[in-house]
């Protein structure tokens, strides 16, 4: 089993560069589909599980998928399926994007439900009522959901009832090839759907209004294929600040967009951070102990879900009593158990958590339950006494590129233990078969 090992007490400084988004680079990849003409490049495309699993998913569509130092080329002249299989969508949920791009291409798509997962439920309707206004007919079996129309979809008025990010990517999609004009109300508004629209009117797609609560998307005939360079990733830029502040450090985060992480350091200045932002990233200097703070989670641009873990780590080493409030996803404190093995005190009620601060905080062996909770244990770690051991990398894999040197090039002492490949364990092995056979001879 791969395990990260983090020996706290150390302060971090120095400069760590912040990778392409994940969220950015997932749905960039499935609007690559619309291409029909030409190849599309994707530069700053990050290293990670999740892109390995899209890219992949596109290979079973019949894509031809070239992935190389951080650059993606994706030609989608030739799609030959319009289903994906289980084992992947399985794997991450921001496989269902692939739904819009292929409904509107190819007329058809089937695509098996993505499920809940351990943040929450997780309902795709919001996706599925903009592909029915669309005049997609919706079918449901067999745990696939089926989607096609005859001819092209057309332009419609949809009002989301959340503002979901994958819905709005999505419908977005999809209604770039449709007839007429389609109108998103209710739109989220997070830099990825800018990006994405971006990457989209690029490829000569008409999208307007994005980053705002009412996107407008007139439908073209056909979308080609174009280079783009991914928006740097704010979530892992953030995780990277944090650790500056934990660790009462001095850290640069080269990349990071200070626009694109207004709560986050809002929030963070409120607990007496000192955050320097310039125009090639932020600089976080942190003396302790900091302040305690009240925290909603929120859509974009409020404080987001995905650094909700991470804070809460920050605020269970500051001086006094905070309040989260998670208001995005209905079980996003799975963490906090983790957090209670290495003596963090925190009391979940519902939405809420109640965290005390001043915790001197201890290492121990923990779980990451999803993603951002394993970031948030390594975060823990770093101030921990001792040391602080958590499984569950196969979480952190999929939205944290090199984490282990990313911290240790900071200065922190945190390792990562992978089991040897079977095979290599065999051929090591070996010799000692050889002379014991020999022995027996
Ligand atoms: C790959 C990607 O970009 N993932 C991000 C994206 O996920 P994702 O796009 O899945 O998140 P959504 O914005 O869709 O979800 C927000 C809320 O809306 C609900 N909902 C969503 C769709 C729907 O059809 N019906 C419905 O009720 C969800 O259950 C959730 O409570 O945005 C989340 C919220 O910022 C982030 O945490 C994820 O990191
Ligand atoms: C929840 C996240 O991602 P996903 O939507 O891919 O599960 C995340 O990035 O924190």
Same mark, same amino acid.
């Given at each position: 089993m791969?395990k990260?090992i ?6 971090l400084t ?6 392409g988004?994940?969220n ?6 499935a ?6 003409e030409g190849?599309?490049v994707?530069h700053d495309?990050? #290293?990670l +599980?999740d892109? !390995?699993?899209?890219?992949?998913? /596109? ?6 998928? =070239?992935?190389?130092? &951080? ?14 299989p289980?084992e992947?969508v399985?794997?991450m949920?921001?496989?269902?994007l692939?739904m ?9 798509a089937r ?10 439920t997780? #309902?795709? +309707?919001?996706? !599925?009522?903009?592909?029915?206004? /669309?005049?997609?007919e919706?079918g449901?079996? =067999?745990?696939?959901? &089926? ?7 057309k332009g ?9 990010v ?7 999609m999809?209604a770039?090839?449709?007839q007429g004009?389609t109108?998103?109300?209710n739109a989220?508004?997070?830099p ?23 996107i407008?998307?007139?439908g073209?005939?056909k ?5 783009h360079?991914?928006i740097?990733?704010?979530?892992e ?5 944090i650790?500056g502040a934990?660790?009462?450090?001095d850290?640069?985060v ?11 350091i809002?929030?963070m200045?409120?607990m007496g951070v000192t955050v320097?932002?310039d ?26 879900t ?18 989260m409030t ?7 404190y799975?963490?906090?158990?983790e957090?209670?093995?290495m003596?963090?005190?925190?009391k ?8 005390s601060?001043?915790t001197k ?5 923990v779980?990451a ?9 390594i ?6 006494d001792?040391?602080?051991?958590v499984?569950?990398t ?6 944290y ?9 900071l ?6 233990i992978?089991p ?6 065999i051929?090591e092995a070996?010799?000692?078969?050889a ?6 001879a």
């Open positions: 791969s990260i983090v020996r706290g007490g150390k302060r120095g400069t760590v560069k912040v990778s988004a994940k950015s680079v997932l749905p960039i990849i609007a690559s589909i619309l291409g029909e190849e599309s994707i495309a990050p #290293p +599980d892109v !390995l699993t899209i890219n992949r998913l /596109l290979e079973t569509l019949g894509i031809a998928v =070239q992935y190389s130092n &951080e650059t993606i080329r994706v030609n989608a002249e030739k799609v030959t399926k319009t289903e994906t289980y992947l399985r794997k949920r921001a496989s269902f692939v819009g791009p292929l409904l509107t291409r190819l007329g058809h695509i098996a439900l993505p499920g809940g997962c351990a943040i929450g997780r #309902p795709i +309707d919001q996706h !599925l009522k903009g592909f029915e206004a /669309l005049g997609a919706i449901l079996g =067999q745990g696939y959901i &089926e989607a096609k129309v005859d001819g092209r979809l419609a008025k949809i009002y989301l009832d959340v503002a979901s994958g819905a709005t990517q999505n419908i977005m999809a770039t090839l449709a004009t109108t998103i109300e989220a508004k997070e990825e759907i800018v990006d994405l629209a971006n990457y989209l009117n690029a490829m000569g797609a008409v999208v307007r209004g994005a980053g705002t609560g009412v407008r998307i007139e073209v005939e979308l080609r294929g174009v280079k360079t991914v740097p990733d704010r979530i830029a953030g995780t990277y600040m650790a934990i660790t009462g450090g850290v640069y080269e990349g990071a967009i200070a626009d694109h992480l207004t709560p986050v809002s929030k200045e409120e320097l932002p125009e090639n990233g932020i600089r976080v200097v942190a003396e302790r102990p900091l302040r305690a703070v009240d925290v909603k989670t929120l859509p974009y641009p409020g404080f987001p995905d650094m909700q873990s991470q804070m809460m780590a920050l605020l269970m080493v500051s001086e006094g009593t905070s309040i998670e208001t995005v996803f209905e079980n996003r799975m963490h906090v158990p957090f209670e093995n003596r963090g005190q925190v979940v009620d519902g939405r809420t958590a109640i965290v601060g001043g905080l201890v290492g121990a062996k779980a339950t999803d993603l951002r909770a394993g970031a948030a244990l975060l823990a770690g770093l101030v921990a001792g040391e602080t051991e499984t569950g196969h979480h952190i894999d999929r939205g590129v090199d984490i282990a040197s990313k911290f240790g090039n200065g922190a002492d945190v390792t990562r992978d040897q490949p079977v095979q290599e364990e051929e070996a010799p000692l078969f002379s014991v056979q020999s022995s027996l």
